[in-house]
C-alpha cells in the first residue's frame, strides 16, 4: 500500500531542507548543506549560480530564525550577500528576482 504524501506542515525541516536541496540543483544551483562552521547561527544552504551565491536558511512553516541565525543573516545582506528564510520549495521563485 502507498503511503500518503505528506502535507508541507507534517514535513520535518530536515525533509523540507533536503526537497529545497534537490529542487535547487534541478535549477541549475551548485548547493552545499553547511553542517558545522566556524560560525554558529550560519543559514543552512550555500547555493550559487551564474556568479550569484545565495545562503538558505529552511524553518518549517510557522517557525522562526533564532535571534543569532537573524544576526547572521544581517551580517551576510551588510556583505552583499542574499540570505533568505524559506519553509517551502515554492518560495524558491524568490531566486528568480536576484
Known amino acids: 500500500m ?19 536541496l534537490v529542487k535547487l540543483e534541478t ?5 552545499i548543506k553547511l553542517i558545522q562552521t566556524n560560525k554558529n547561527g550560519i543559514p543552512d544552504l550555500l ?6 551565491t545565495v545562503y ?10 533564532r535571534a543569532l541565525q537573524v544576526v ?6 551588510k556583505a552583499g550577500i542574499w540570505s533568505f528564510v524559506m519553509s517551502d520549495i515554492n518560495e524558491l521563485d524568490k531566486l528568480n528576482q536576484l
Open 27 to 31: 535549477m541549475g544551483w551548485y548547493v
Open 72 to 77: 547572521r543573516m544581517r551580517e551576510l545582506m
Open 56 to 65: 538558505i536558511e529552511v524553518k518549517r512553516p510557522g517557525h522562526k530564525p
Open 47 to 52: 547555493c550559487h549560480k551564474d556568479g550569484r
Open 2 to 20: 502507498k503511503e500518503p504524501t505528506k502535507s508541507i506542515s507534517s514535513k520535518t525541516e530536515a525533509q523540507i531542507q533536503r526537497d529545497i
